[in-house]
């Protein structure tokens, strides 16, 4: 079955501690991303990639972030500089660029800090 | 002002009833956009997207595009409790990337 696979599904970080969140899709499309969620809110895009070995900041990159070496996978490191990383993490992957295709998302990493 | 807004809700509907659900654009360039349903806990399902002016019918939902008027709407029809959930709207935004919408919550009350 194709699809994106996230791990791990929750997640628990100390204060200064980094942590990477894992992303791998087997649906061939060219184009990852990830978002943040936070508790009654909407998505904020954190990074994005349209093809290997390239990716973008997104509208709060600052305290992430991420590599794009294989097709199929897109980690998201979150570093001790993210002073609030409590919150629901979202991958996503496209055929083509955002805005123009449909975006499916991963089952999610839930990140708490302790 | 935000590139894409929904009417915050929360919504409840009975059971059987039409829920229509409404979010506006900012940018009238704009040719596509999706529908996202979110269970409780869960990630987003697509469940619709849009991409000319008009209507499209996808079993109980309708997803309905006014370039006009800058708004997309989802209607779901013969609403069951199931269908209880946040849905997402979602379309074009900077950097010509997705912009999400803050998500209705919607409420079927058997």
């Known amino acids: 079955d194709g699809g994106i696979t996230q791990s791990p599904k929750y997640l628990f970080r100390k204060e200064g501690q980094n942590v990477t969140l894992s992303c791998e899709q087997n649906?061939?499309?060219?184009?990852m991303y990830w978002y943040r969620q936070d508790p009654g809110q909407g998505l904020r895009l954190i990074y994005y990639?349209?093809?290997?070995?390239?990716?973008q900041k997104g509208d709060i990159a600052e305290g992430y972030s991420v590599s794009r070496e294989k097709k199929e996978s897109f980690p998201l490191t979150v570093t001790s500089a993210q002073k609030n990383p409590t919150a629901f993490y979202l991958c996503?992957?496209?055929?083509?660029?955002?805005?123009?295709?449909?975006?499916?998302f991963g089952p999610g990493t839930r990140l708490t800090v302790l | 002002q935000k590139e894409v807004e929904q009417n915050s809700g929360p919504l409840s509907v009975p059971e059987g009833a039409i829920a229509s659900l409404n979010c506006t654009y900012s940018?009238?360039?704009?040719?596509?956009f999706f529908w996202y349903r979110q269970y409780s806990g869960k990630s987003p399902e697509l469940i619709m997207s849009i991409y000319s002016n008009g209507d499209k019918e996808d079993g109980r939902f309708t997803a309905q595009l006014n370039k006009a008027s800058q708004y997309v709407s989802l209607l779901i029809r013969d609403s069951q409790p199931s269908d209880s959930a946040t849905y997402l709207c979602a379309g074009p935004g900077s950097a010509r990337q997705l912009t999400f919408g803050s998500g209705t919550q919607l409420t079927v009350l058997p």
């Open positions: 940018d009238r360039g704009s040719q596509s």
């Open positions: 990639s349209q093809i290997v070995n390239d990716f």
């Open positions: 996503a992957s496209s055929i083509g660029p955002a805005g123009y295709n449909e975006q499916f």
């Open positions: 649906l061939n499309h060219d184009a």
